[in-house]
């Protein structure tokens, strides 16, 4: 599935970048993947008894004008290959693709308490030096981990959360009672 999807996205990033849209293009990827996430287009596009022709009228309807002609025909073709399960696999690696592209990245980033403007640029500054990319921030808030943040960022998970701290001192305490009855 994954070869397919990023064939596909492979496609779009050449139209769009051979046509000079890339950054238009990516904008109007992201917007679509999010429409097509929506229930009332999740069951429309995955509905078995609805028409080829029918799908294909509805995405005109729903995205003609907010979308290039490049993605509409994209749409269209995955839908009349009927491979409606790869469109959101090939907007999110094209979505991917031009991030790279543009070095754009975005750290989703947990903490304990609501961080203030001053973390988060300093995050983002930190994170854009480290990276060698603009990257945005993806804030959540999630008391559980006690206090500290952990960063998913580009594959690199970051844990400086008192939960994991805690969580180590449980094994290494575990460790020293296990070797301590050894001698």
Known sequence: MAELSIRYANALFELSTENGILKESIEQAIFLRTELQNDECKRIVAHPRISTANKCEFF???????????????????????????????????????NNYFRKTTAKITSATELDEGQIS?????????????????????????????IFVDGYFIDRTIKKRLYDMKISVRRGTANDSKT
Request: net charge positive; glycine share 8%.
């Open 60 to 98: 005109s309807n729903a995205f003609s004008g907010a979308i290039n002609e490049h993605l509409l025909g994209f749409l269209y073709l995955v839908t009349a290959r009927n491979r409606e399960n790869f469109l959101i696999p090939a907007l999110t690696a094209f979505i991917d693709m031009g």
């Open 122 to 150: 300093a995050l983002k500054e930190l994170l854009s030096k480290k990276l060698n990319k603009h990257v945005d921030i993806s804030l959540k808030v999630d008391p559980s981990v006690i206090g500290g943040l952990y």
